[in-house]
């Protein structure tokens, strides 16, 4: 094996990671955040004051108030909204999203899972039955593991917490290992790491564990070592248009910038251009940095203005592409997360939301819905909320879909329902 560092990987291995913690209810993860801003020192004197101040009981910190911000979240001693936060090691930086661990706030974490590169799933130890074998998951830890993988999230971690408060903490890890392989097994994911901790303690957190039965690294050093997956930069160019504006100081000639950020691919000065839907076409006269100074070339990920060689009619919610790129669809399959209280029905028409553009579509079939105890699929008239299932959707016109694995930005759409304007859903492409 090639074990030769490119720049590219380099790169991957230390870019900033956006992870998010998930699981089930007090199951600790918002204080497993404060334990990682404590112990790297991620804190200001003012709020480690703070801190003391409002921390109930022994006096021991209450780390989970660094993230429950809401006045809701301190008096019910739950996580409703997802908090960020930001630190550094010196290997790198992090940005962490804390999602609720309620049902209730499902669609919470699935808005946390969007474009992060890391789920750290905490499963709460002592809230599992021990004497029984296999151990039994929770639901909400089955739930979110699967909601991560199936939004994209590339790695995924299983933290086993509050191993401080079993008897037999290396037996208790050892029962919960084997059932979090099980599980992954069935579920047709790989986790980048199964780590016990103790969030409360600090144990195995950011320093590592003294014993017997665990040589793995504390969650900190796994984290640090995690790949940053970058888009697909071989892939035929590809830009929704987020932003349309007129260049120049306002005197004489002043050329229409299309701005958005760039989902696949590398595009250069001279590139030939197709936009979607008008199916006109152009050439790149100039690509722009978002400060817009002018750019050798754009590539994935990054935001970008692309100025064309010829006045064309271009709108928020159109795509550009090489030529070929672009393939409209109004009939697709898709797997639908399903977040609202309003069953998902057959025949219901709502509108989606892809790219920068609104179309309405209308739910054609629902194929089966996910048990996500016995992880197979189940015939379903309807999606209740939290459910996963594999649906068909028609639209009023046509959208240029790519798969959801090669492409979060073209292969992702938000369902949003019509009359309450809630967000329903969301819609990965198969």
């Not at 079993?166 to 084997?178: I, W």
């Not at 790491?193 to 950011?206: E, F």
């Not at 030939?272 to 994935?300: K, M, Y």
């Not at 998902?344 to 089966?368: M, P």
Request: include cysteine.
């Amino acid at each position: 094996m090639n074990d030769t560092i490119t720049p590219q990987r380099a790169a991957a291995r230390h870019a900033a990671l956006r992870f998010l913690t998930a699981g089930s209810v007090d199951d600790g993860k918002s204080t497993l955040i404060g334990r990682l801003l404590y112990d790297s020192r991620a804190l200001l004197t003012d709020q480690v004051e703070a801190l003391r101040r409002h921390s109930r009981g022994s006096g021991a910190l209450d780390l989970s108030l660094l993230t429950d911000g809401l006045e809701a979240e301190r008096e019910q001693g739950i996580t409703i909204d997802v908090a960020y936060r930001y630190f550094a090691t010196p290997r790198r930086k992090f940005i962490i999203a804390d999602a609720p661990g309620h049902e209730q706030y499902t669609r919470n974490m699935v808005t946390a899972a969007a474009g992060s590169h890391a789920a750290v799933v905490l499963v709460d130890v002592t809230k599992l039955d021990l004497s029984r074998r296999p151990v039994t998951l929770l639901p909400q830890t089955r739930r979110h593991a699967l909601l991560a993988h199936r939004l994209g999230v590339p790695h995924l971690v299983f933290a086993v917490n509050k191993i401080d408060a079993v008897p037999d903490a290396g037996a208790a890890y050892a029962a919960v290992r084997q059932a979090l392989e099980a599980f992954a097994r069935r579920a047709g994911l790989e986790p980048a790491g199964i780590v016990p901790v103790s969030a409360l303690r600090g144990d195995n957190v950011t320093a590592p564990l003294d014993a017997d039965w665990y040589d793995g690294p504390p969650l900190l050093a796994l984290l640090e070592s995690l790949p940053v997956l970058q888009p697909d930069g071989d892939a035929p160019w590809r830009l929704p248009v987020q932003w349309v504006a007129r260049g120049g100081d306002g005197t004489g000639h002043q050329p229409r910038i299309c701005w958005g950020r760039l989902a696949t691919g590398t595009v250069r000065p001279g590139d030939a251009v197709a936009i979607f839907p008008s199916g006109e076409t152009a050439r790149v006269a100039q690509v722009l940095h978002h400060a817009g100074q002018p750019l050798a070339a754009g590539d994935a990920g990054q935001s970008v203005g692309l100025v064309l060689d010829r006045a064309i009619d271009v709108s928020r919610g159109d795509w550009l592409a090489a030529p070929g790129a672009l393939e409209g669809r109004r009939r697709f399959a898709a797997t639908l997360a399903w977040l609202d209280p309003e069953p998902a029905l057959v025949g219901r028409r709502y509108w989606l939301r892809h790219g920068h553009r609104w179309v309405q579509g209308r739910l054609v079939a629902i194929e089966h819905r996910l048990d996500i105890d016995t992880l197979e699929p189940v015939e379903a008239q309807h999606l209740g909320v939290n459910d996963l299932g594999r649906v068909v959707v028609e639209t009023a016109e046509p959208l240029p879909l790519t798969a959801f694995s090669g492409s979060t930005e073209g292969g992702a759409l938000i369902v949003v329902d019509p009359a309450t304007h809630r967000t329903s859903g969301a819609l990965l492409v198969d």
